[in-house]
C-alpha cells in the first residue's frame, strides 16, 4: 500500500498574528516557517520519497522547496491540495470570527457550515480525498510519496480514512510543518502518525544488494 506524507506548510506571519490566509495571494513562509521546511527536508532526505505533490499556495511550495531539492525530485503542483476556500473570512483575525454567532457552528457542526462565498467543509473533504485517491493511483503499492497542503484538508482528510464524522474533525490537530501518515490501499486505511514533526523515527529501508550480517 501507498504511504502518503501529508505535510502542512510552515509557519506564516498570518498564522503566527491570527490572521486566517485562506487563498490569499503573496502568504509567504516568515524566517521559522523557513527553518522548519530545511529541518523537514532533513528529516525526511533518509525515506525514499518517489515524488512531491504541493498546493500552489506560496507557502506550501516555499516549505517544499527544500524537500524537493534535497531529494532531486520535481515539485508537482496540485490543485486538489489548495487550502479550504474561506471566501471573505480571509485575511480576518480569529479573534473577531471567535465572536461571530456562526462561529459554534464551525467547531461544533461544521458539517453544516459553508464560508462565505467560499467552500463548505464537506466540499473541502471530498475535494482532497479524490486528490490523494486520484495520486496514490500513480504509484505502486510499496512507494512512498509526500503531499505539501494546509491545516483543514489535512484534518477531513484524516477523519474520512479514519471513519469519523466529519462534525469531530476539528478534534485533531496539525501543526504547522508537521506531517501525518497514512498507508492507503483498496482494503482500507491505516493511520501511521498523526501531526508528528522533526526529528522522525521513520526506520531506514536496507540498501538492495547487501545481506544482513
Known sequence: MPIVL???HGENEFVKTGKLAGR???VHLNERGQQQANELAEALKVIPIKAVY???MERARETAAPLVSILGLDLQIREGLLETGIGEWAGQELKNLRKLPIWKTVQDAPSRFRFPNGESFLE???RIVTEIEAIIKLHKEDEVIACISHAD???LMAAYYLGMPLDAFQR???DTASITVF???EKGALLVKLNQRPP???PVPEKKGKGKK
Do not use: D, H, W
Open 153 to 155: 484538508p489535512i484534518k
Open 124 to 126: 473541502c473533504q471530498t
Open 200 to 202: 522522525f523515527n521513520f
Open 24 to 26: 490569499l495571494p503573496e
Open 183 to 185: 498507508m492507503l490501499s
Open 172 to 174: 485533531l490537530a496539525c
Open 6 to 8: 501529508m505535510i502542512r
Open 54 to 56: 504541493c498546493s500552489p
